[in-house]
């Protein structure tokens, strides 16, 4: 089955820096990637995916980027703040079948 | 629009008793829902995917007579803790899912068993 590594499992940034948390998955087929932010006791929150199809996404300060080739995608998150402070899981799905990476807990010092 | 309620958001039992956990999509119909399990500082680890009307598929190693899921109409998902010991205190979270292989999230049930 899928297996999605996450790296760093733990970030910390200045804010106003860049974050980038990167991820590696083992399925070729799968077909989706979503990154999740999660703080604590509530849910995961999608804030942003992409397509096997698509190598590159952005949407304001966040994006992000796919390798099929090597099986790798990464979330970048520009200018950060304060209340980007969280845990970022990244997953990988084929059909219905979506495996989560082991997160990341971002702090970003004010 | 694509929204997941899950209830209760809370719950404490004693240990041997059972609980009932629901999980509804509220504005969609959902073609699959599955159940999570997230332990304190680490992932999701999906438990089972469901489809409604028929049985359950358990990932390997959860006990389908422990955790019982029932999916009896596209918009309603149940987990029953069957017998919970301290150890199965968890956060559960379902989630959802229509088209396009998206997940739609409920807020979670954090379990606590005496």
């Known amino acids: 089955g899928e297996n999605v590594e996450q790296h760093p499992s733990t970030l910390s940034v200045q804010e106003g820096d860049s974050a980038v948390i990167k991820c590696t998955y083992s399925?070729?087929?799968?077909?989706?990637f979503p990154w999740y932010k999660q703080e604590l006791g509530k849910r995961p929150q999608l804030i942003i995916d992409i397509r096997s199809n698509v190598g590159e996404k952005k949407d304001q300060r966040i994006a992000v980027t796919l390798n099929k080739t090597a099986k790798h995608f990464s979330l970048h998150i520009t200018e950060t703040q304060p209340e980007d402070s969280a845990v970022y899981f990244c997953a990988a799905s084929i059909t219905n079948d979506m495996r989560f990476g082991a997160g990341t807990r971002l702090t970003v010092k004010p | 629009g694509a929204v997941v309620s899950q209830h209760p958001s809370r719950v404490i039992c004693k240990s041997g008793t059972s609980v009932k956990i629901e999980c509804r999509s509220l504005?969609?119909?959902?073609?699959?829902m599955f159940w999570y399990r997230q332990f304190p500082k680490q992932s999701l680890m999906l438990m089972a995917t469901s489809n409604e009307g028929s049985k359950a598929t358990y990932e390997q190693g959860v006990e389908k007579d422990k955790f019982l899921i029932n999916h009896a109409s596209l918009t309603l998902s149940t987990l029953t803790v069957t017998s919970a010991h301290p150890e199965d205190s968890s956060f559960y979270i379902c989630?959802?899912?229509?088209?396009?292989?998206?997940?739609?999230f409920g807020p979670g049930t954090r379990l606590t068993v005496l």
């Open positions: 504005d969609f119909q959902a073609t699959t």
């Open positions: 989630s959802a899912s229509y088209l396009n292989n998206e997940q739609f």
């Open positions: 399925d070729s087929a799968s077909n989706y």
